[in-house]
């Protein structure tokens, strides 16, 4: 095509056609225009009355486009063009000036697991506003005196939605007391609840929590000052797929997040460090306003592109941080080979008893997932000559050992909150996405402890009703697959004797029909979802009448019944 002679202080580029609009690019400007004869686009670039009404219909174009938040294109056959030169994200020195247009009733969203990677500074500042109210979104509430718990004990907080009470001693109290509502929800689905909200996903269905009180409905929201029950969970829809069945549960959104980062740069790209990912991530694209705290602010072009964890487009505030305690949890450190071990008590002899022998349920090559205490420590014990890949439901895939007292990091924990290390190979990643290799069945084996478990495998291991809260934590969402080996570790018997295992649960049960194999101290037992117990190991000196006396249900003894077994 023949070009006419344009104005000479312009350069002109062959007009390209994006979705349905010509654009002509110059050095001076980026001209926009609806598409149109190109002959006759020509002919009035030769006089300057046509010029300005060009001029009108990219102001005009650049409206629309910030009414779209579509603050730029991409280049396109070699021309780069934006239409906006704003940019999305504020930066503010101060993080109460960030936070000061919270309101009170506001739905906030507030990153962290433990006190791993929390928004230290917004949180000190909504302390500073006075602001009343609040339902916060979180996997747990700090402790007792850092993180949420400072807002709790200020009574700032109406209601939590969470996974975890965990150590916070007032969250308990408030909670059973009557005077805070909470929302337990299971860990992974809070982090897809939240992830689906960013997705504009409404709501979703997944095997977590089926035949338990989060599909039944009637768990404690808020308690009355007597003790009853003042507002209870909705029952949840069921649906069934492929055999199985799934319940549906609701995206989550808030007016605000509270969002912990390492860096930021000047064009509003974050990365985060490490396990202070965890629920940051996804609750950055879950919320209408996001402010994000960052340690250090640095130039465009710092990050290679493909190491963002989040776009600008998700983030609308960025403060950085004036200090930060990073106070840890659990400090756990390896032991000084100086160190004398102390003298061993019954209780354990006991513990390492159930540890040995749960360490042979490794495999080499197999992923696994394992709770709290006997589960982890079985961990040590592992065999020199198989490698086992260890998932921490908290973001990270080739758990380490604990870190020597010069090695320990803040940034760096299990879902315990204990400090460790990761090996060679190891992966950091966001909750959502360590829920999602979870509830896909890419774990091969689940450990983990029980209050009860029922014959046919109930488990019930998050709450003693009125009494007791912890939260299910990632329990439920752990025993929920399908493709998972769920192996429970614990003492055969409570405190005075009381039966653990049972014909059924009287427990609030954290999953139905989920646990494959027992292992105590003193009987190790496989489970069929529709015959029952049967009795495969039991330790030396113990016979099969002997661990009927001490179990609450019956069982059948296996042919091949043999000592139990130790490494």
Known sequence: MNLDPIPSYCAFSPPVRNEGWLVHTYTARIIIVPWVDPGLILQHLQNMAALKALCRAENLFSSVARRTKFNSLSKTCGCYF?????????????????????????????????LCGIPE????SLLKTGVKGLTAVSNNAGVDNFGLGLLLQTK???????????????????????????????QGTLAERIRAGGAGIPAFFTATGYGTLIQEGGSPIKYNKDGSIATASEKREVQEFNGRHYIMEKAITGDFALIK?????????????????????PMCKAAKTTIVEVEEVVDVGTFAEEDIHIPSIYVHRIVQGGSYEKRIEKRTVKKSQEDKPKPKKDSDIVRERI????????????????????PMLASNFIKPDITVHL???????????????????????????????????????????SFAMIRGGHINLTMLGAMQVSKYGDLANWMIPGKMVKGMGGAMDLVASAGTKVV????????????????KCSLPLTGKQCVDRIITEKAVFDIDKTKGLTLIEVYEGLTPEDIKACTGTDFEVSPNLRPMQQI
């Open 488 to 503: 429970v570790t614990m003492e055969h018997s409570a405190k005075g004797g009381k039966h653990k295992i049972l014909d």
């Open 121 to 124: 500074n917004l949180i000190n």
């Open 82 to 114: 934006s239409t906006s030169s704003q940019q999305n994200s504020q930066f503010y020195s101060d993080p109460t000036e960030a936070v000061k247009d919270i309101p009170s009733g506001a739905t906030v969203l507030v990153g962290g697991f433990g």
């Open 156 to 186: 700032q907080i109406k209601r939590m939605i969470s996974s975890y009470v965990g150590e916070n001693a007032e969250f308990e109290r408030q909670y059973l007391a009557g005077e805070l509502e909470v929302e337990l929800t299971p």
């Open 391 to 433: 998932q921490s439901e908290n973001g990270i895939l080739g758990l380490g050992p604990y870190p020597t007292e010069d090695a320990v990091d803040a940034d760096l924990i299990n879902a315990g909150k204990e400090t460790v290390t990761v090996l060679p190979g190891a992966a950091y990643f966001s909750s959502d996405e």
């Open 355 to 374: 540890i040995r022998r749960a360490a042979l349920e490794f495999e080499d090559g197999m992923y696994a997932n394992l709770g709290i205490g006997i």
């Open 261 to 281: 980062a390492w860096k930021a740069d000047k064009a509003g790209n974050i990365v985060f460090r490490k396990t202070a990912r965890n629920f940051n991530q």
